[in-house]
């Protein structure tokens, strides 16, 4: 920080990023939030973004290529010279897990119990999984189940439904299946939700 011959304060250099928890597949919004405490004001703005990147003005946009820890600088200057900077780090990971598999029986009879099967795939990291079936539109689960996964993993989720007299009075049951990484924000969600081809049901025995 560098005062002025006039003895002003130097300026407060501050700024926001977000998202805060950025990936690799999305742009960070920069946002200057600095200010002059002699109310002179805040004339230059510059920006090192941490991997060779810079920028001027007040809220830049910037996507890192690769995941990483990215050391992000800003420095601010009033019209009469005085200068502050402030570097904050901005941590770069992408998380990203997919359902690649759902595998439910064609056909069933009500009263018989039978396998279902979700694939979930973890692109980068190690990550923990909750895996949530669902039967037709119903917001509750039918099942959860929690599991770590290692990284550029597939697991296979193993649940059993036993069919009903409703499904069979219905005709079909559809389930789909829901994944969500467990305490990180999943980079690429659309490939998250599966739903699988109707399952025709017919009667119990006579």
């Known amino acids: 920080m560098e005062p002025s011959l006039d003895g ?3 300026p407060v250099a ?5 998202p805060s928890d950025p990936s690799a597949l999305e742009s960070v919004q920069f946002s200057d939030t600095s200010y002059d405490p ?5 004339t230059a703005v510059a920006w090192d973004l941490g991997d060779g990147t810079t920028a001027i ?45 759902l595998d439910v029986p064609d056909s069933a009879r009500a009263g018989e119990t039978h396998p279902i099967s979700v ?20 917001v509750e689960p039918l099942a959860t189940m929690i599991q770590g996964l290692a990284a550029k993993d597939v697991v296979s989720f193993g649940f059993a439904y036993t069919f009903t007299a409703e499904d069979a009075a219905t005709a079909t049951v559809t389930f789909h299946a829901v994944a969500t990484v467990v305490g990180a924000r999943d980079a690429q969600p659309v490939d998250n939700v599966a739903v699988a081809a109707p399952t025709r049901v017919n009667p119990a025995r006579a």
Do not use: C, K, M, W
Request: glycine fraction near 8%.
């Open 57 to 101: 003005g007040s809220s830049p946009t910037h996507r890192y290529g690769t995941d990483g820890e990215y050391r992000a600088r800003l420095t601010v200057a009033t019209a009469d010279g005085r200068t502050s900077s402030i570097t904050r780090i901005v941590s770069v990971r992408t998380h990203d897990v997919a359902i690649v598999g």
């Open 119 to 138: 694939a979930v795939r973890s692109a980068r990291y190690p990550e923990t999984v909750q895996l949530e079936l669902f039967r037709n539109a119903e």
């Open 38 to 42: 002699a109310e002179t004001g805040i």
């Open 8 to 10: 002003h304060a130097a």
């Open 14 to 18: 501050d700024f926001l990023f977000s």
